[in-house]
């Protein structure tokens, strides 16, 4: 007869990003089954955002996901500005493109460092410290915030880009790209990591589908979809960048996916930084006197790319100044769900390292 | 029998939200049938929410298909609270329905194991909805098995 062990990890413990309790059932160090327990983090940020003021609930969104504060904004304001019929400015929504991918930049950075953290490499971690405090700081000169930056606001964003930021941002990419190799080369000449990390994990496209996995964790399993190229939001549709697949569907070819897309978004950044005309940065309709006086009408459905995969949020409105129903679709959520069929048949160890690679962040399961 | 290419459902409206996403609403006994017919298109589930309209509830499904890249949005609306479950179709539905479940208090008939995700199993109420009351304090304890428990008491929790 078969002995089988049963283990609590979590909900605090130094290996899994955030507070959740992993009921795993072991034979031997075999897992043969995985149970998630969520809800320490829960807020109902939902609820919250029912009784506020439409322009209130940029915090709680940023709140979500913690790391990728400026794609959570957008996420609820390309919804709201839908739902007013408000314009958002040309040089604006260049702005917005910026900072959204230059927080995806910060965040995937922590990502990949904790993710090898998550194996005893210790190095690597400092250095994408390094470089995204360097995010925060331009962060720090456009909006106030270091993390969680509250910079856009209905309409347009809350202060405009001046030369600073722009050269700023300009030196930044420019040490950013050989660091970046340099990152990527100190994981890539680990054998410790390959060992880790070859073959452990893997998804297969018809599993992810049916789980509804987006982002680098569909894109590692072979299917090209992105948001940003498949239904393009802000001017993503008249920037160059590609969307990289890998067909490894293992942990191993989404740690390269993901360093490939950081690649990408440089790209688009640079290509930012060219286009970006002169003119308002916000629609004097949202000015700041006028900003709780919005009103929203109907219901509207909008996704954008998050660090995580694809990010919706569904607001509805009854013609008042607060929204009557706030949804939002979460990419970990759906992400994590998938963690019992990849850890299946794994060993115990190599538990951590896969919940390391799906890059979760708590906030946004939870919310 | 059923022949493949027969329409089982009936539409009753077809309209569009301000992002241009296509509404579709139908009933909810034609839910499974619709939601088959559109999983043989290539159509995957991608989110759901429930909305509390006060008289009656709203469940509104969004699908996917990844290859024509087609979003769309059914609504149905429920007067008891019951909708079909979809974990049999996809296993997305599951801990989306259980979400639900727990918030808005959606039952989904069919499903295995509709328990809350978020909140403790003894949570009384569902957030959600509007006539929930958010000044009516819970507290939360555990025992030594690491079950929760849900009082009322202020000294009974924290």
């Known amino acids: 007869m078969a002995h089988y062990t049963e283990l609590n990890i979590g909900p605090v413990h130094p290996s899994i990003h955030g507070i959740l309790k992993f009921k795993v059932k072991l034979h031997e160090e075999i897992i043969e089954d995985v149970e998630i327990t969520l809800g320490f983090l829960h807020r109902n940020a939902e609820k919250i955002c029912e009784l506020n003021y439409y322009a209130d609930n940029m915090i709680y969104f940023d709140r ?8 959570m904004e957008l ?50 971690f400092f250095h994408c410290f390094i470089e995204r405090e360097k995010i925060q ?51 890539m000449h680990s054998e410790i990591f390959w060992q ?89 309709k949202a000015k700041k006197s006028m900003m709780l006086r919005l009103k929203g009408d109907g219901e509207a459905f909008s996704r954008i790319e998050s660090d995580n995969g694809e990010f919706g949020v569904y607001v509805r409105g009854n013609g008042t100044f607060k929204p009557w129903r706030v949804h939002v679709r979460s990419p970990a959520f ?12 794994m060993m115990i160890a190599d538990l951590i390292v896969i919940i390391g690679s799906i890059d979760t962040v708590i906030g946004e399961i939870d919310r | 029998m059923k022949q493949t290419g027969d329409i089982m459902y009936k539409i009753i409206s077809e309209s569009e939200d301000k ?18 017919d559109y999983k043989s298109k290539g159509y995957y589930l991608s989110s759901i ?38 974990t049999k179709l996809w296993r997305a539905a599951d801990w989306d329905e259980r979400e639900q479940y727990d918030l808005m208090g959606i039952i989904f008939e069919g499903h295995d194991n509709l328990r809350r995700i978020f909140l403790p199993d003894e949570w009384v109420g569902h957030p959600l909805r509007k006539s929930y009351d958010l000044k009516k304090v819970q507290y939360i304890r555990m025992d030594s098995e690491g079950n929760e428990h849900v009082s009322f008491n202020e000294n009974e929790g924290w």
């Open chain 2, 19 to 36: 992002n241009k996403i296509k509404i579709i609403q139908i009933d909810k006994n034609d839910l499974i049938e619709f939601m088959e």
């Open chain 1, 334 to 345: 759906k992400n994590i769900s998938v963690v019992p069929v990849l850890a299946k048949g």
């Open chain 1, 196 to 284: 880790r990390n070859d073959g452990i994990g893997i998804l297969e496209p018809d599993v992810a589908l049916d789980y509804g996995v987006t982002g680098p964790l569909l894109r590692g399993s072979g299917i090209a979809y992105d948001v940003r190229k498949d239904a393009p939001y802000l001017f993503y549709d008249k920037v160059n960048f590609d969307v990289p697949i890998s067909h490894k569907k293992d942990n191993m070819g989404r740690f390269i996916l993901k360093v490939e897309e950081m690649r990408q978004s440089i790209r688009i950044i640079e290509q930012c930084l060219d286009k970006i005309p002169d003119g308002p940065y916000f629609n004097n």
């Open chain 1, 75 to 124: 996420g609820y304001l390309t919804a709201v500005e839908k739902l007013m019929d408000m314009e958002v400015p040309e040089r604006a929504q260049w702005i917005r493109m910026i900072v959204a991918e230059l927080n995806r930049l910060a965040a995937r950075l922590v990502g990949i460092g904790a993710f090898g953290l998550d194996m005893g490499m210790l190095t690597p």
């Open chain 1, 137 to 187: 700081k331009i962060f720090v000169e456009a909006s106030g915030g270091r993390q969680e930056v509250n910079y856009m606001s209905i309409g347009g964003v809350y202060q405009d880009f001046n030369d600073k930021i722009i050269n700023d941002i300009k030196e930044f990419l420019k040490e950013f790209k050989p660091y970046l190799e340099d990152i990527y080369n100190m994981f």
């Open chain 1, 64 to 71: 979500m996901d913690y790391l990728d504060a400026m794609n």
């Open chain 2, 49 to 86: 929410t429930g909305v509390d309209m006060l008289d009656h509830l709203e469940v509104i499904y969004h699908i996917h298909n990844y290859d024509t890249h087609e979003y769309i949005e059914v609504k149905v609306s429920t007067q008891d609270g019951k909708v079909p479950s979809l």
